[in-house]
């Protein structure tokens, strides 16, 4: 079975932004964490994913400056400490 993933999106890189809001909105559902062995988990339900993606997506085609970056805490929100979670465009890696 084929399917398709389509996300249209105004290139908002020069101001800085993503055309989306980056947190994970009900029902979208994703929680970062690190085990006691610090392994990396990234969890999300369906919805999750797909919201993952379209951030990706956009982080991905955009033309945003290197290190461009934001934090999340678990929950994929906006980060107002620790834990937190940093995404950063890094272009020479």
């Known amino acids: 079975m084929q399917k398709t993933f389509t996300h249209s999106f105004e290139d908002c890189s ?3 932004s993503l055309s989306i809001d980056t947190d994970a909105v009900l029902p979208a559902k994703v929680r970062l964490s690190v085990s006691p ?3 990396f988990w990234l ?3 369906r919805e999750g994913m797909l919201h993952l993606a379209r951030v ?3 982080l991905g085609l955009g033309n945003y400056e290197n290190g461009y970056h934001f934090h999340k805490d678990e929950s994929f ?3 107002t400490g620790a834990p937190e979670f940093s995404f950063m465009v890094q272009h020479d890696l």
Do not use: L
Request: charged residues 20%; glycine residues 14%; without cysteine.
């Open 14 to 16: 020069a101001q800085g």
């Open 37 to 39: 062995d610090g392994d």
């Open 43 to 45: 969890t999300a339900n």
């Open 56 to 58: 990706f997506a956009e």
């Open 77 to 79: 929100q906006w980060s």
